[in-house]
């Protein structure tokens, strides 16, 4: 195995900021399959490469995530097979996982001249030649499959076992019948046309479990509705998680602990509050965006009218004012040096 050969890739990985990401993803959102476009952006909303780079430079890794009110699995590396699991691509990840490691290990010249987006497209079409497997559907899951390449590093990725975290039952559902499923609302009997009937709907939390479900009245808050939710014991399974399967504590848009990834039916969602879940996602570092409905929520925040499926972080934190104040402290810094030359 050739140090060089794997040292190339993952310099080239490694200059890759979360900005040029979010320009390759856009650059390969039109081709990725619809069942897997939502979730793709999603992913690298939950594992933004600034955030691992603030904590790996930091003199106390520890203090700075207290600092940042981190809680949860916010390390890429204590999840590299599972991650993933909420995107249709999941699949496929044994075989993604075995292209991303060959190229690692490929010449030198193989990563020459090419840009961000190639390289992801290059790693699905074989993937895809070698099942004989849609290309649209090997796109978002070879994009994180390389990025996490990029945060955990070559020998931890090869290290991992590789295995798929959904069961034979849901791994042969066709993106089809996923799809059908998230656009599917509930049926509300004969009278369920009148405006003065108390609608109910549900949300789904994990569409490669059953059971993963919970119902809410229309115009109730995600949150609210998840805290009725007594199927388990949601403390054991994440500490986070007080009361339902939503880790929630503020219920005012203060506390970041209870965002959300919506992989189908964001349209059926209370519009973004500009200046208050809008702005405290931005303070979060959950995303920055204009969107009226976008695909990260505050469930404390986002009201429903239909069916939704989400997906819940295995992290929470308030990071963005952080990186913005370093961002700032870098450009004045480089300000000076330019004046003082």
């Not at 890794?61 to 249709?88: C, M, R, T, V, W």
């Not at 509300?188 to 569409?207: A, C």
Request: with cysteine; hydrophobic share 40%.
């Amino acid at each position: 195995m050739s140090v060089q050969t794997i040292t190339s890739l993952e310099v080239f990985l490694n200059q890759q900021t979360d900005e040029q990401w979010s320009q390759a993803i856009a650059d390969l959102l039109p081709s990725i399959h619809e069942v897997d476009r939502a979730a793709t952006q999603i992913w690298f909303r939950f594992y933004p490469v600034a955030l691992l780079r603030a904590l790996e430079q930091a003199d106390d890794p520890k203090k700075l995530a207290a600092e940042l009110l981190l809680q949860g699995k916010f390390y890429l590396k204590d999840q590299i097979d599972a991650s993933h699991a909420f995107l249709y691509g999941h699949r496929f990840w044994p075989e993604v996982k075995k292209a991303v490691i060959a190229r690692a290990n490929a010449s030198q010249n193989a990563i020459d001249n090419i840009d961000l987006a190639e390289l992801v497209r290059e790693t699905a079409n074989g993937v895809a030649e070698q099942m004989k497997a849609d290309k649209s559907l090997l796109l978002g899951i070879s994009a994180v499959g390389l990025m996490t390449l990029q945060q955990v590093g070559l020998e931890a990725f090869e290290a991992s076992p590789g295995d798929i975290h959904i069961d034979a039952k849901h791994a042969r559902k066709s993106p089809d019948q996923v799809l059908k499923a998230r656009a599917r609302d509930d049926g509300q009997g004969v009278f369920g046309f009148l405006k003065t009937i108390n609608k109910d709907w549900t949300v789904t939390f994990d569409e490669n479990d059953d059971s993963a479900k919970y119902k809410m009245k229309n115009a109730t808050d995600l949150a609210y509705g998840a805290q009725d939710d007594r199927t388990r014991d949601w403390r054991a399974i994440d500490p986070r998680r007080g009361e339902g399967p939503i880790p929630v504590e503020c219920r005012s848009a203060s506390c970041g602990t209870c965002w959300v990834g919506v992989i189908g039916g964001a349209e059926k969602l209370s519009d973004v509050a500009p200046r208050l879940e809008g702005k405290r996602m931005k303070e979060f570092g959950y995303i920055d965006t204009a969107d009226s409905k976008p695909l990260i929520r505050l469930a404390c925040q986002a009201q429903i009218s239909g069916a939704v499926s989400i997906v819940i972080p295995p992290w929470n934190g308030v990071f963005g004012k952080f990186l913005r104040s370093r961002e700032q402290a870098v450009s004045d810094s480089e300000k000076n040096l330019k004046e003082s030359i």
